[in-house]
C-alpha cells in the first residue's frame, strides 16, 4: 500500500484532493498525510517514507506566513540535498497559479514527476490526479513484486557466500513441498552418519527402527517440527459431501496437506497406489489446498518402480500441485 504526503495551506483544497484519492483508490485514509507548510512537511519527511508527495507549488514556510513559488523550489531543492530527509519516490506538483508556476518552469521541471494545474470550478485536475496514482499503484505492486523475487536470490547468494548453512524451506509452495520430501527423505540416512553411534552411553541411533506407517509418521513429525513448527498432525482438512478427510500432517490452514504411507508388502503396494488419485481428488474440492505431499515409505523386499510413480503421479502444474516421494527404508 502506498504512502501519500499532500502539503497545501488550503484545507478545502488538501481536503479536495484527499477525497478524490479515497473515492477513486483502494486505499486507507491513514495512509494519506497533511502538512498546512513547508515546515509541516519537512517534519513528517525527516520522520516517516513516501511513495508520492503532492506539493502545492505557491505555498508558506510557515503557517499564515506569505505564500510564493519561491517557497516550493527551495522546499524541493532542499528535499535533494538534506540528509535528514527522506525523498518521496515522485513529487507531483499542484496549483492554481500558472504565472508564479510558469516563472520557475525550468527548476519544477526538472523536479517534478508531474504538473497538475488546479481549477476549483473544473474536475480535469481531479482526472489528472487518478490516472496518475493509479499508474503509481500499479508500479509499486510490479515493484515489490519483482523487488521480492531478487531479494530471494539475494539472500540464498549471502548465505554461499558467507558460508552460512542455507535454513531457507522456500519461497513458495511448491519449493516448500519439495524441500520437505527431501528434508524427510535424509533424515532416513542421519543415524547412519554417527560414527561414535556404538559408544554412546545413553543413545543408540542403531535403535532407530520404523517398521510400521505409524512410526513413519510419527519420524515426519519429529523432523518437521523444527523447520515447521505450525505444522499439525491428523486435522480435518476437507469435509466434502457429508465426509471427512483427516490429514496426516497439514501446514498452514491446510495449504500443504500430506500423506505417509508404508509399504512391506505387495498387496499393500497395490493398495496405496489405488488411493493415490482418489486422495488428489478429494482435497481438490478444499480451495484452500495449495500442494499436496504423498511421502511412501518401501520395504527393500517390494519391487517397485520408484522413478516411474513419481513421474505418473506426481502434478507439479497442477492446483493443487501434486508431489509424490517414494523413500527406500533404511531404519529397519
Not at 469435509?239 to 500432517?249: E, H, S, V, W
Request: proline share 3%; hydrophobic share 40%; glycine share 4%.
Amino acid at each position: 500500500m502506498i504512502k501519500i504526503l499532500v502539503v497545501d495551506d488550503l484545507q478545502n483544497k488538501r481536503e479536495k484532493i484527499v477525497k478524490t484519492i479515497l473515492d477513486n483508490h483502494d486505499m486507507l485514509e491513514k495512509n494519506i498525510v497533511q502538512a498546512k507548510c513547508v515546515k509541516d512537511a519537512k517534519k513528517h519527511l525527516y520522520k516517516e517514507y513516501f511513495d508520492l508527495m503532492i506539493l502545492d507549488l505557491v505555498l508558506p514556510i510557515e503557517e499564515s506566513t506569505e505564500c510564493n513559488a519561491k517557497n516550493a523550489v527551495g522546499f524541493l531543492n532542499e528535499i535533494g540535498i538534506n540528509p535528514s530527509i527522506h525523498p518521496p519516490i515522485h513529487i507531483v506538483g499542484i496549483s492554481g497559479y500558472k504565472d508564479q508556476v510558469e516563472e520557475h518552469h525550468q527548476e519544477f521541471s526538472t523536479k517534478l514527476w508531474n504538473l497538475i494545474d488546479y481549477d476549483e470550478i473544473s474536475s480535469t485536475w481531479e482526472d489528472q490526479l487518478k490516472s496518475i496514482i493509479f499508474h503509481l499503484v500499479k508500479i509499486r505492486q510490479q515493484f515489490i513484486s519483482a523487488s521480492f523475487a531478487n531479494q530471494s536470490e539475494v539472500i540464498i547468494d549471502y548465505l554461499e557466500n558467507n558460508s552460512l548453512p542455507n535454513t531457507l524451506i522456500g519461497f513458495n509452495w511448491k519449493e516448500i513441498t519439495n524441500n520437505i520430501a527431501t528434508i524427510v527423505e535424509k533424515s532416513l540416512d542421519v543415524p547412519n552418519k554417527f560414527s561414535n553411534g556404538s559408544k554412546a552411553k545413553n543413545v543408540n541411533v542403531n535403535s532407530i527402527k520404523i517398521s510400521s506407517e505409524y512410526d513413519f509418521q510419527n519420524l515426519i513429525h519429529l523432523v518437521l517440527r523444527p523447520w515447521l513448527p505450525s505444522v499439525e498432525a491428523e486435522n480435518i482438512a476437507v469435509i466434502f459431501d457429508g465426509n471427512t478427510k483427516n490429514a496426516d500432517f497439514s501446514i498452514k490452514g491446510n495449504s500443504l496437506i500430506i500423506e505417509a504411507k508404508y509399504i512391506d508388502s505387495t498387496g499393500k503396494k497395490n493398495d496405496t497406489l489405488k488411493t493415490l488419485e482418489g486422495l488428489k481428488s478429494f482435497y481438490s474440492n478444499n480451495a484452500n489446498v495449495k500442494s499436496l505431499l504423498f511421502l511412501i515409505l518401501v520395504e527393500d523386499s517390494v519391487k517397485i518402480d520408484k522413478h516411474k510413480i513419481e513421474e505418473e503421479f506426481s502434478k507439479q502444474g497442477t492446483d493443487p500441485s501434486v508431489c509424490v516421494k517414494v523413500i527406500y527404508n533404511k531404519l529397519k
